[in-house]
């Protein structure tokens, strides 16, 4: 499978201020990556496809201006928290889709979030 | 809307036996299939991906999938403690875009009693 990393692993931030978690995909190049979230013994909500070199798409009711993700190389997204709530705090989780590799998603290891 | 179901469990199987999980899906256009487990705290980890009718075996885990029925099961032989996790059914979603979309079940919480 794919190896995919995200950094920070975890973060603890004040309410109003923004946070940004990276996710690298290490040992190929990924033109679409995407951004989940998962609240406590929920399971996983997609929330963006983030595109290489485009804009993302983003699922309903999931805020653009909040959650900003940029998409600038074959090997990183990133994904800005803006202006985080307590209501945010979750388990954030990106995946990558290697080519040649049909719809098979692997998943990066995931960042917490707590914002207080 | 389409959408994945699951048991949400608890399921408690003993060591040894053989754990059956289930999934149904709503798209009768889906064509691929995945179980992922999640163990607490973490993020989920691929188990077994199925396109095509029937069993497909991988170790002490087989995949099975009736797309007539639009139902996916996941079998666990001999269960190990180390199989205790929550397993997550997805089903790809597919997209104007060429970029094909998971749905996952809510999942379900698997325990293995020693």
């Known amino acids: 499978g794919a190896v995919v990393s995200q950094h920070p692993s975890r973060v603890i931030c004040k309410s109003g201020t923004s946070v940004k978690i990276e996710c690298r995909s290490l040992d190929f190049q990924a033109t679409t990556m995407f951004w989940y979230r998962q609240f406590p013994k929920q399971s996983l909500m997609l929330m963006a496809t983030s595109n290489e070199g485009s804009k993302a798409t983003y699922e309903q009711g999931v805020e653009k201006d909040k959650f900003l993700i940029n998409h600038a190389s074959l090997t990183l997204s990133t994904l800005t928290v803006t202006s985080a709530h307590p209501e945010d705090s979750s388990f954030y989780i990106c995946?990558?889709?290697?080519?040649?590799?049909?719809?098979?998603?692997?998943f990066g290891p995931g960042t917490r979030l707590l914002v207080l | 809307q389409k959408e994945v179901e699951q048991n949400s469990g608890p399921l408690s199987v003993p060591e040894g036996a053989i754990a059956s999980l289930n999934c149904t899906y709503s798209?009768?256009?889906?064509?691929?299939f995945f179980w992922y487990r999640q163990y607490s705290g973490k993020s989920p980890e691929l188990i077994m991906s199925i396109y095509s009718n029937g069993d497909k075996e991988d170790g002490r885990f087989t995949a099975q999938l009736n797309k007539a029925s639009q139902y996916v099961s996941l079998l666990i032989r001999d269960s190990q403690p180390s199989d205790s996790a929550t397993y997550l059914c997805a089903v790809n979603e597919d997209t104007n875009f060429g970029n094909e979309k998971l749905t996952f079940g809510t999942g379900t919480r698997l325990t293995i009693i020693p």
């Open positions: 995946s990558v889709n290697p080519s040649g590799s049909g719809e098979t998603q692997y």
């Open positions: 798209d009768r256009g889906s064509q691929s």
